[in-house]
């Protein structure tokens, strides 16, 4: 067996130092890309579409206090870029929905109230909300819906509804800018650390949940936009503009729609749906309109029973008889007063003297009668 030189130590020195030299290298640019991805991130979590104009623009529920999605809504109605706003609100206190001070808030800036609609909802995630609209848009018939939500929850919005929708209908996102919140410089305040992180771990779990999430297959069985668009005598009609303007953003739609077949089973099942709609809302089963109705029948009956009370107790004023006025005391005078005075110590020195004069009477009716003596017959001495 032959025998092997020894390596010398100076050449495994040299080795040594060939692999860290790699070592080091590799370290180099793992924190390189770290450093350009971790700069980068935050830009990542923000998307925006291109678009002219769109018929329907959606606000989802969540926005803080600074309604930064609602004035990003309502910039684009004023410059022309969308025709109606479909305003979305969770249930923030016993009845009452955050869609309502929304929509007041958009009538207070020049938007008309017949361009905005309100869907109630009470979902506790932005995957359940987007499935309720998702079935809301079909029942609708919507072909294009631009979702207006805040920059660093655009992207993770466009992939929930994007998954659920496939398609239909076709999904927008616009992302409002949030003030405290900088995707280019992330960690230059505490706040936006924050939702950089926040946004991050839900992307993550979203993620999870979409590869095993099913699409959307169905639409709403009832009305939940409130006012209800397909009921004039409310006062909140679908908007001529939305109908007649084309939308540059739904060539998609049409040209899917232009592929399927228009067969018999088509027709039935969009048949069917519409007189299930119909159905639905001659029946009443719009929940929101049910409470509104409930709430002015309410109103109206306590107006009318305050209203009936009031007559009844003005009528009741008007039958009962006043009483007559008694004339009052003339104040009395100096002069009536002393005089009075006077008469009152003349009838007491009149009442003191009677009854002096009555107290020898009384005590002589009540002294004991004398008894009369006998005086001792003297004896007679004889002679």
Known sequence: MPIRPRTPPRARSEVLRHWTLWVWFAVAVFLSVGGVCLWRSGRWLVHEDAFDH?????????ESRDCERTDAAIRLFQEGRVDTLILSGCRIFKNRYQSE????????????RDRVFEFRQDTYSTQQEARQLVRQFRLQNLDTVLVITSSFHSARTRRIFRKLAQGYPVVLLAAAD?????PNAWWSNRESRKLWFDEWVKTFFTTYELWSER????????????????????????PAAALDKPSHAST??????????????????????????????AEG??????????????????????????????RTAAETPRPESKAAP????????????????????????AHTAKKPAAAASKAPPKREEKKPEKSKKKG
């Open 285 to 314: 089963s719009d929940s929101a309109r049910v409470r509104r109705d409930s709430a002015q029948a309410a109103a109206r009956d306590t107006l009318a029973a305050e209203g009936a009370r009031a007559g009844e107790a003005a």
């Open 215 to 238: 699409p959307e297959s169905g639409k709403a069985e009832y009305q939940g936009l409130t006012p209800d668009p397909s009921a004039p005598s409310e006062g909140a009609a679908m």
């Open 178 to 182: 949030y003030h405290l919140y900088d």
């Open 252 to 281: 998609d739609s049409a040209a899917r729609a232009a592929e399927k077949p228009i067969g018999k089973e088509a027709l039935k099942e969009g048949a069917g749906d519409s007189l299930k709609a119909e159905r639905h809302a």
């Open 101 to 112: 001070f929304m929509a007041e808030y958009a009538v207070q800036q020049g938007v008309p």
């Open 330 to 353: 003339a104040p009395a005078t100096a002069a009536s007063t002393a005089a009075a005075r006077e008469a009152a110590k003349e009838a007491e020195a009149k009442k003191a003297a």
């Open 54 to 62: 769109v018929k329907w623009a959606l606000v989802l529920a969540g």
